[in-house]
């Protein structure tokens, strides 16, 4: 059926790769991972077997992928390798990045031959979809790696697998240039630099970061061993305010497509 599973995620709080990861090593073949959050590890050149099978995960930023992985996606080749596609959202709408996706890759010689869109805790908040992905979740991620092997024992080829989403794909609204502040409690350990996803911010004064150029993707948030970083700018505070007060009570469900 397949020889090895080729796992590739981008996920700067880690509730990307834990659904990717689960997925993957549910088919008991080898898996090569690439995680790709690091901007070396973007860099690297990754070549893919047909005789494999790819399972692809990132976020959803504001209903779409995030533009990184936009532009990231462009420079692969798939080589026709049949490809699961997986899209983590804050428990509000993951709206048009599952189609974007699929889209993308279709484009770049990826046979997408299903898609799920599962919940992850916010990055802005644990009043959101907190502890997600969680065991119910996770059993979900396991029933369909069953329907997928299903899916590939049939040999079926579809001519293009449907999600929901809508096009032109949601607007990308232009961001606002501010980034996480830091506190006195910086030890100074260079982690949240190290571990930035477009590193910018500087190793040698962990307080100055480009907020121009910053993800909002709050990686450094979560590394910081002290929690000095947070962010404190009064969009994020309305926004989260508004994310509980609409989905705070809410509990959304994996929506799957095969």
């Avoid at 077997?49 to 504001?62: F, S």
């Avoid at 994020?236 to 809410?250: A, E, P, R, S, T």
Wanted: net charge positive; aromatic share 8%.
């Amino acid at each position: 059926m397949f020889e090895k599973v080729d796992a590739l995620f981008f996920s700067p709080t880690k509730t990307t790769e834990q659904v990717v990861t689960t997925l993957s090593h549910e088919f008991n073949k080898p898996v090569r991972k690439l995680n790709v959050t690091s901007k070396v590890n973007r860099e690297k050149p990754y070549s893919f077997n047909p005789n494999n099978l790819a399972i692809i995960g990132v976020p959803v930023y504001a209903g779409r992928i995030p533009k990184i992985m936009e532009t990231y996606f462009k420079t692969l080749e798939g080589n026709n390798i049949p490809t699961v596609i997986i899209t983590l959202y804050g428990n509000r709408d993951y709206d048009d990045a599952l189609l974007e996706m699929r889209d993308l890759l279709n484009d770049q010689n990826f046979n997408v031959i299903a898609a799920g869109a599962f919940i992850g805790q916010h990055s802005y908040t644990r009043k959101v979809a907190n502890n997600r992905p969680d065991a119910k979740d996770l059993e979900v991620v396991i029933a369909f790696s069953k329907d997928i092997i299903k899916k590939l024992k049939k040999n079926t080829q579809d001519e293009l697998l449907s999600v929901k989403g809508n096009y032109p794909y949601r607007e990308r609204k232009s961001r606002k240039a501010f980034a996480p502040v830091t506190s006195n409690m910086c030890i100074h350990c260079g982690l949240c630099a190290k571990d930035c996803p477009v590193q910018v911010i500087d190793y040698d004064d962990v307080s100055k970061i480009d907020a121009n150029n910053c993800l909002h993707c709050c990686r450094c948030i979560q590394v910081c061993p002290t929690q000095a970083k947070k962010f404190d700018h009064s969009f994020i505070k309305g926004l989260v305010n508004q994310l509980i007060n609409n989905c705070g009570d809410i509990r959304k469900e994996p929506q799957l497509f095969l």
